[in-house]
C-alpha cells in the first residue's frame, strides 16, 4: 500500500474521539478491576493513574476493599455522584455491556464515554448510548490508544 496515500487520509473520527477523550477525561470507573497485578485490567489502570487520571474500581467480588489506592464498589450505583466519573472502561464480556450501560446511564451524570476492551463490543448498547450524547469506543485499549494523544 502506498503510505503517501495513508499521509493523506488524516485522522480518522475515532482518532479523534479518542485524541478529546485522552486530553478532556480526568475520572474513569473501571468495571472488572482485577487486584491479581497479573491481570490486564490493572496493568491499564496503573497506567492511567500514572498518567493522572482517577481510577474508581468497581468489581463485587472485592467491593469495600482497595485497588491501587482507591476504594473499591461493587456497581456503579454505588459511585458517589460526586467522584465526579466522566468514562468507564469496560473489562467484562461483550454480554454484560447492555447492563453495565444501563447502570452506568442511571447512576453517572457526569459520564460522556463508555469505552469497551479489547474483545468488548456491543453494538446495539453502544448504538443507545450514543443515542444519548455519549461518546462510544469498542475494542480498543486506552493504554494504548492514549499514548498517541497525550
Given at each position: 500500500m502506498n503510505l503517501a496515500i495513508l499521509r493523506d487520509i488524516g485522522p480518522s473520527?475515532?482518532?479523534?474521539d479518542i485524541a478529546r477523550i485522552a486530553r478532556s477525561t480526568r475520572c474513569i470507573a473501571m468495571i472488572g478491576l482485577s487486584p491479581n497485578e497479573a491481570r490486564p485490567s490493572w496493568g491499564v489502570a496503573r497506567y492511567l493513574k500514572s498518567q493522572g487520571f482517577r481510577v474508581i474500581p468497581v468489581n463485587p467480588a472485592h467491593a469495600g476493599s482497595a485497588i491501587l489506592?482507591?476504594?473499591?464498589?461493587a456497581d456503579l450505583h454505588a459511585i458517589p455522584a460526586e467522584a465526579g466519573v466522566d468514562m468507564i472502561d469496560i473489562f467484562r464480556r461483550s454480554d454484560a455491556v447492555?447492563?453495565?450501560?444501563?447502570?452506568?446511564?442511571?447512576?453517572?451524570?457526569?459520564l460522556r464515554t463508555i469505552w469497551m476492551q479489547l474483545g468488548v463490543s456491543h453494538p446495539a448498547a453502544a448504538n443507545?448510548?450514543?443515542?444519548?450524547?455519549?461518546?462510544v469506543i469498542e475494542n480498543r485499549c486506552p493504554k494504548i490508544e492514549f499514548p498517541r494523544f497525550l
Open positions: 473520527p475515532v482518532d479523534d489506592d482507591e476504594q473499591v464498589y447492555p447492563t453495565i450501560i444501563d447502570q452506568a446511564l442511571a447512576s453517572l451524570p457526569r443507545r448510548a450514543r443515542g444519548r450524547g455519549l461518546t
